[in-house]
C-alpha cells in the first residue's frame, strides 16, 4: 500500500487568531463540517456525525482523536470510519493580514476501491474548504472568531 494524501493550500482574509477560532470552536466547525463534539484539547476523543453509508461501512460515525494541538498554529486529529483510517491536519501561517492553511488529508489506501471513492469524494469536499471557512469566519463577530 502507498498511503495517498489530499492536499490544499488556501489563503484567508483573516488572521491566524480567527482562522484558528472556526477551526477548533465546536460550533464554528458544525457548520464548515459536520456535527462534532470536539474540544481543542490534546488526546480529547470525539466524533463527527452524517448520514450512513452502506455500501462504504459507514454508519455515519467518524471516531476521532486530536494528536497535534499548537495554537494558533497546527490542528491534526485522527478520522476513522467505515474503511477508513486516516488522519486530518491544518497548519496556520500568518501572511500579510491574513493567514495561509495548509490542510493535508492522509492515510487513504486507492488500492481498496471503497478508500478510492472515499478518497474521490472527499478531495472533492474539501476543495471548498478555504470557501467555507471564510464565510463562517465573516459571520462571525471578531470577539468570537
Not at 452524517?50 to 454508519?59: A, S, T, V
Not at 486507492?110 to 472533492?124: E, L, T
Not at 471557512?133 to 465573516?138: G, M, S
Amino acid at each position: 500500500m502507498t498511503p495517498q494524501a489530499i492536499r490544499y493550500e488556501f489563503h484567508l482574509r483573516h488572521a491566524p487568531e480567527r482562522v484558528w477560532k472556526a477551526l477548533t470552536t465546536r460550533e464554528a466547525m458544525a457548520k464548515w463540517l459536520m456535527p462534532n463534539d470536539f474540544e481543542p484539547r490534546l488526546g480529547h476523543r470525539f466524533t463527527f456525525r452524517r448520514e450512513p453509508i452502506p455500501q462504504l461501512d459507514f454508519d455515519g460515525i467518524a471516531h476521532c482523536e486530536v494528536i497535534a494541538l499548537e495554537r494558533p498554529r497546527l490542528l491534526a486529529f485522527t478520522f476513522r470510519g467505515g474503511v477508513l483510517d486516516t488522519r486530518v491536519s491544518f497548519r496556520l501561517e500568518p501572511e500579510g493580514d491574513g493567514t495561509h492553511l495548509f490542510f493535508e488529508h492522509s492515510g487513504f489506501d486507492v488500492n481498496d476501491p471503497r478508500q478510492k471513492f472515499s478518497f474521490d469524494a472527499m478531495g472533492k469536499g474539501w476543495s471548498s474548504l478555504g470557501e467555507k471557512l471564510d464565510e463562517v469566519v465573516t459571520a462571525s463577530p471578531a470577539a468570537n472568531c
